[in-house]
């Protein structure tokens, strides 16, 4: 698989080509805004394949990053007991 990587002015540029780029299977691209890597085209089949795992990707990162500002500020932390009644209240947990 070839990886093609692009500003993201040439990528405006050639939107069609990449698409077709994309769609054919011949490469996935990589778009860069200011020399830094900001999104990727895939093919939409390799995404549904992917998507539960870039869920649990995403989900990790949010709460690696809540993690992050208890450490900073433990005042923002909840009593596990308070959590769990408003996950009961909401039907998301069983009581």
């Known amino acids: 698989m070839t990886?093609?990587?692009?500003?993201?002015?040439?990528?405006?540029?050639?939107?069609?080509?990449?698409?077709?780029?994309?769609?054919?299977?011949?490469?996935?691209?990589?778009?860069?805004?200011n020399g830094k890597p900001v999104a990727v085209m895939i093919p939409f089949e390799d995404y549904e394949e992917i998507l539960d795992e870039l869920d649990d990707l995403r989900a990790g990162q949010r709460a690696a990053a809540i993690y992050e500002d208890w450490k900073r500020?433990?005042?923002l932390g909840q009593p596990i007991e308070e959590v769990e009644a408003e996950f009961q209240a909401e039907g998301l947990l069983d009581a």
């Open 73 to 75: 500020n433990p005042s």
């Open 3 to 33: 990886i093609l990587t692009m500003n993201s002015h040439e990528a405006r540029a050639n939107w069609r080509e990449l698409l077709d780029r994309v769609l054919s299977g011949n490469a996935d691209i990589v778009i860069e805004r």
